[in-house]
């Protein structure tokens, strides 16, 4: 295997990538999750020996879903600044141009290792607004629009044009909580907020009903996921019986930072919670400015989405709660340890079991703001064949015209 400009594709390739991800000075916010990494060095051209500071169980996971290997003598030749305008890779598609703010033009990799594949000739991808999307999707312009609101599916469904395609995917909206120093140290309030939510409101006013409750962070088919956990019912009355006991008769307010893409989703929160006398203080912030704004500190809780690039339960656990992740303010060493239990355990039964446990932690603590996971919607030309994953992410080379 090769990389699109020649270069070969071998443990030397693999070693140096890993090298700059787990060099503080490369400054990767992803760093905490590719702690277990000590090194790497080259056995032969086609082996790689990864060697870790503890047994770590989900090692591939962490490699596939954060790690993409890159070019080093196109990197050290070209620099960093001319790479992330000019990338270079191995898979189906090669990059052929970009112009910002409009579109980005792919080719096919007529090299890539999997025979037959990709089916398509090149890909180009439209940055327009979400009506001159479903507009193009319509008149023919566009062949696949990723993230279609629900309001339009049935002008899809009725244009004779295009089809809609559901997948539910590993994503949700939640959050962190502080229980080190804020009135979220107490359990009572934690729990009396997922009381006070109303999942099938939620569901059908944010989604238009392409979701499903959760009881926790974790979904079907995540490894650790405990497929006994039920949602917490909608009870308002049991709710505002907790703020009593909490000693908080009257209400509370709490202050939160929100990711723009939540924003409507924790409007419609906010909405149900002030039912129960929780009213929340909230400032919007994005995804260059999250790790810089949730470390200002001084807030109660965090929201936003989070997908699941691992397909483990580990990832969207990781990124709300862990002591170690930039991304949250919740520092407990109970969860630690019990996340370091199921991420050290090797064995894959074992390993689900120790994440099964820690999911019902998660639960039983009420450690974040549990809402629903996302069935993701696409509007698809109807002579396109598109294959939808799990994960959200959209493997083109699967695509192909009819």
């Excluded at 703001?369 to 994960?391: C, E, N, S």
């Amino acid at each position: 295997m090769r990389f699109h400009d020649g270069e070969p594709f071998d443990a030397e390739a693999v070693r140096v990538t890993i090298k700059k991800f787990i060099d503080p000075q490369s400054a990767f916010p992803g760093a905490g999750m590719l702690d277990s990494i000590a090194g790497a060095e080259v056995v032969d051209p086609l082996t790689i020996r990864i060697k870790t500071k503890y047994p770590d169980g989900i090692l591939l996971h962490r490699l596939a879903g954060l790690v993409p290997i890159l070019p080093p003598r196109y990197l050290a030749g070209k620099g960093r600044r001319y790479f992330g305008r000019h990338p270079v890779g191995t898979g189906a598609f090669r990059f052929v141009s970009w112009e910002p703010g409009k579109a980005i033009h792919l080719g096919a990799n007529r090299d890539y290792w999997r025979q037959g594949f990709p089916k398509a000739d090149g890909l180009a991808f439209l940055f327009l607004p979400t009506a001159e999307q479903i507009a193009g999707l319509l008149d023919g312009r566009v062949d696949i629009v990723t993230e279609l609101p629900g309001t339009a599916t049935m002008a899809v469904v009725k244009s004779g044009r295009a089809k809609i395609v559901k997948k539910g995917v590993f994503y949700t909206v939640a959050g962190s909580v502080n229980v080190s120093s804020s009135v979220l140290s107490d359990v009572r309030v934690r729990r009396a907020i997922n009381y006070a939510i109303n999942r099938a409101d939620l569901i059908r006013y944010d989604l238009l009903g392409n979701g499903v409750a959760l009881p926790s962070l974790t979904m079907k088919g995540e490894i650790g996921h405990d497929p006994a956990l039920t949602p917490y019912p909608y009870d308002p009355a049991e709710a505002r019986r907790l703020l009593r006991e909490a000693g908080y008769p009257r209400g509370l307010t709490l202050k939160g930072v929100v990711k723009v893409q939540g924003e409507r989703t924790m409007r419609i929160i906010a909405r149900q919670l002030e039912r129960v006398g929780i009213r929340l203080v909230t400032t919007k912030t994005t995804d260059a400015t999250v790790i810089r704004d949730i470390q200002r500190g001084g807030w109660d809780f965090t929201f936003g989405g989070c997908p699941d690039p691992l397909a483990h339960s580990f990832f969207i656990q990781f990124i709300f709660l862990s002591s170690y992740s930039p991304y949250s303010i919740h520092k407990s060493a109970v969860f630690d340890r019990l996340m370091a239990e199921m991420t050290s355990t090797l064995d894959p039964s074992g390993q689900d079991r120790a994440g099964r446990k820690l999911d019902r932690y998660v639960h039983d603590q009420a450690l974040s703001l549990f809402t629903y996971q996302r069935i993701k919607t696409y509007g698809v030309a109807k002579d396109i064949h598109f294959v939808a994953y799990k994960t959200g992410m959209p493997y083109f080379y699967l695509s192909s015209i009819e």
